[in-house]
């Protein structure tokens, strides 16, 4: 089955703790992307990933990191310099060229108190 | 900045008329475009996308796109409750990043 897996679904931490959430996908793409939605809001890019061992900032990359280290994998860190880290943590996958369609995987609740 | 623009709704619409859902992108050199449905709690899922001027139909659903008034639409046939949900309107942007440019939603009510 062919498909993007994020874990775990839901996350709790405490303020100043880093955590990581997980992205693997096994559609042989080669774009991947990270994204933050907040309730009734529309999706924020946080990192996104055109190749393996580069990366390039969204529109909201304060206070996260992220690594792409192999095809498969694209983790983000949420780190305790981000001010608002409660939310809905998307990653999504794309294959290269023209056709830019994004594939999302089911997503990571994070909530810190 | 670019943007892509969606009225948040809620559109309500008896079960079995059509659904319109309207968006409107500002970067002229967006060439791709998307509709993503989005139920409550879950992440969204690709049901359209659309390249050319026009109308593209895919079972009960047909986008459309005109590009000189940048503006896509996508109607939704024989509304069924199970259609109610957010739809997310995204752009291509221009430019090779492969990032997409996403509207804030519309949310969809189909009334049995």
């Known amino acids: 089955d062919g498909g993007i897996t994020q874990s775990p679904k839901y996350l709790f931490r405490k303020e100043g703790q880093n955590v990581t959430l997980s992205c693997e996908q096994n559609l042989n793409h080669d774009a991947m992307y990270w994204y933050r939605q907040d309730p009734g809001q529309g999706l924020r890019l946080i990192y996104y990933?055109?190749?393996?061992?580069?990366?390039q900032k969204g529109d909201i990359a304060e206070g996260y990191s992220v690594s792409r280290e192999k095809k498969e994998s694209f983790p983000l860190t949420v780190t305790s310099a981000q001010k608002n880290p409660t939310a809905f943590y998307l990653c999504?996958?794309?294959?290269?060229?023209?056709?830019?369609?994004?594939?999302f995987g089911p997503g990571t609740r994070l909530t810190v108190t | 900045q670019k943007e892509v623009e969606q009225n948040s709704g809620p559109l309500s619409v008896p079960e079995g008329a059509i659904a319109s859902l309207n968006c409107t992108y500002s970067?002229?050199?967006?060439?791709?475009f998307f509709w993503y449905r989005q139920y409550s709690g879950k992440s969204p899922e690709l049901i359209m996308s659309?390249?050319?001027?026009g109308d593209k139909e895919d079972g009960r659903f047909t986008a459309q796109l005109n590009k000189a008034s940048q503006y896509v639409s996508l109607l939704i046939r024989d509304s069924q409750p199970s259609d109610s949900a957010t739809y997310l309107c995204a752009a291509h942007g221009s430019g090779n990043t492969g990032k997409l440019i996403f509207g804030q939603g519309t949310t969809l009510q189909v009334k049995p």
């Open positions: 659309i390249y050319s001027n």
């Open positions: 999504a996958s794309s294959p290269r060229g023209l056709v830019n369609e994004q594939y």
């Open positions: 970067d002229r050199g967006s060439q791709s």
């Open positions: 990933s055109q190749i393996v061992n580069d990366f």
